[in-house]
């Protein structure tokens, strides 16, 4: 978050344990969908899609155990389960005994020709919450502080394909991908927190999507467009639905993006974006942004 230091990701990982499986565990983002496991240097655009900002808090990660294996095929096929403590949104950290969340996710990819390759695959998420701090509009249009103990689980298709001549990127290549997240709320639901503090159940199922294309037309120099939408669905808020404000715009937002490698350590990022995500009508967004590396850096995934 801004204006505060953590670590994102301290693990150790099995090297060589045999049969295709791998085991991670401490603290890491999780394997599920395609864009949560890489590092925000690694993407594509300054900011996470509307859908992971809405159903995983821009990107999740826990403190856990991940184990993945790849089974003896001609075809490249990985299967994972992550338990891990629930410790950020859409769960909430508690002193609870036992896992807050379960992952499973389930992938499947391979070359076609010499220029081209793909992946493709889906993902679950299983978070608990309990006493989650949330804010709403009641039907006056004042912001009242709302709090939420329950459930969510996040399903996750994703794709990507990927294009360079011969199998070499080095001076032009080509990247689609796209995601589909759902996302099923419920449990109980406090409203007004430190005023009326009336409770009742909740249930909400939402869905969300993006898909971005970039293409590097000469080396060190990329051009993206993505586009991407949120559906908030029809909450069922039980007998407090008459207190808070109805929900019904879908939100929407576009961008485009040119960016300049002037080296293997460095980026140069200019975006713009028009979001209608936001109350009170769109808005266009300006991003210029630096990125630097220093040290040792591991290989990044597919």
Do not use: C
């Given at each position: 978050?801004?204006?505060?230091?953590?670590?994102?990701?301290?693990?150790?990982?099995?090297?060589?344990?045999?049969?295709?499986?791998t085991l991670k565990a401490g603290r890491f983002f999780s394997a599920i969908g395609y864009l949560n496991p890489q590092h925000?240097?690694?993407?594509d655009f300054v900011d996470s899609p509307l859908a992971y900002q809405a159903m995983l808090g821009s990107q999740y990660g826990?403190?856990?155990?991940?184990?993945?294996?790849?089974?003896?095929?001609?075809?490249?096929?990985?299967?994972?389960?992550?338990?891990?403590?629930?410790?950020?949104?859409?769960?909430?950290?508690?002193?609870?005994?036992?896992?807050?969340?379960?992952?499973?996710?389930?992938?499947?990819?391979?070359?076609?020709?010499?220029?081209?390759?793909?992946?493709?695959?889906?993902?679950?998420?299983?978070?608990?919450?309990?006493?989650?701090?949330?804010?709403?509009?009641?039907?006056?249009?004042?912001?009242?502080?709302?709090?939420?103990?329950?459930?969510?689980?996040?399903?996750?298709?994703?794709?990507?394909?990927?294009?360079?001549?011969?199998?070499?990127?080095?001076?032009?290549?080509?990247?689609?991908?796209?995601?589909?997240?759902?996302?099923?709320?419920?449990?109980?639901?406090?409203?007004?927190?430190?005023?009326?503090?009336?409770?009742?159940?909740?249930?909400?199922?939402?869905?969300?999507?993006?898909?971005?294309?970039?293409?590097?037309?000469?080396?060190?120099?990329?051009?993206?467009?993505?586009?991407?939408?949120?559906?908030?669905?029809?909450?069922?808020?039980?007998?407090?639905?008459?207190?808070?404000?109805?929900?019904?715009?879908?939100?929407?937002?576009?961008?485009?993006?040119?960016?300049?490698?002037?080296?293997?350590?460095?980026?140069?990022?200019?975006?713009?974006?028009?979001?209608?995500?936001?109350?009170?009508?769109?808005?266009?967004?300006?991003?210029?942004?630096?990125?630097?590396?220093?040290?040792?850096?591991?290989?990044?995934?597919?």
């Amino acid at each position: 978050p801004d204006n505060t230091v953590e670590v994102e990701e301290a693990f150790v990982q099995t090297t060589s344990l045999g049969n295709g499986l791998t085991l991670k565990a401490g603290r890491f983002f999780s394997a599920i969908g395609y864009l949560n496991p890489q590092h925000s240097h690694t993407w594509d655009f300054v900011d996470s899609p509307l859908a992971y900002q809405a159903m995983l808090g821009s990107q999740y990660g826990d403190d856990g155990a991940q184990l993945t294996w790849l089974p003896p095929l001609d075809q490249y096929v990985e299967l994972g389960v992550e338990v891990g403590r629930g410790r950020t949104f859409p769960g909430s950290d508690s002193n609870r005994n036992g896992a807050g969340m379960v992952a499973l996710t389930a992938h499947a990819g391979g070359d076609i020709g010499a220029s081209h390759s793909w992946r493709a695959g889906i993902s679950m998420l299983d978070a608990k919450a309990s006493e989650q701090g949330l804010v709403a509009t009641d039907a006056s249009g004042t912001r009242v502080a709302q709090s939420f103990t329950g459930s969510t689980r996040v399903w996750i298709a994703d794709a990507v394909w990927k294009w360079a001549p011969n199998g070499n990127p080095q001076r032009t290549n080509f990247k689609l991908q796209g995601e589909y997240l759902q996302s099923r709320r419920s449990g109980d639901l406090a409203h007004d927190v430190g005023g009326a503090d009336l409770a009742s159940t909740y249930s909400v199922r939402q869905s969300g999507w993006y898909v971005q294309a970039v293409y590097q037309f000469m080396p060190r120099w990329r051009v993206g467009a993505r586009a991407e939408g949120l559906d908030p669905g029809s909450p069922d808020y039980g007998a407090n639905t008459a207190l808070i404000a109805p929900v019904t715009d879908r939100s929407r937002k576009d961008s485009l993006m040119v960016d300049f490698n002037p080296s293997e350590f460095s980026r140069v990022r200019l975006q713009v974006a028009r979001d209608r995500a936001r109350e009170g009508g769109a808005d266009t967004q300006w991003f210029v942004q630096y990125q630097m590396s220093l040290g040792a850096h591991g290989a990044h995934s597919y």
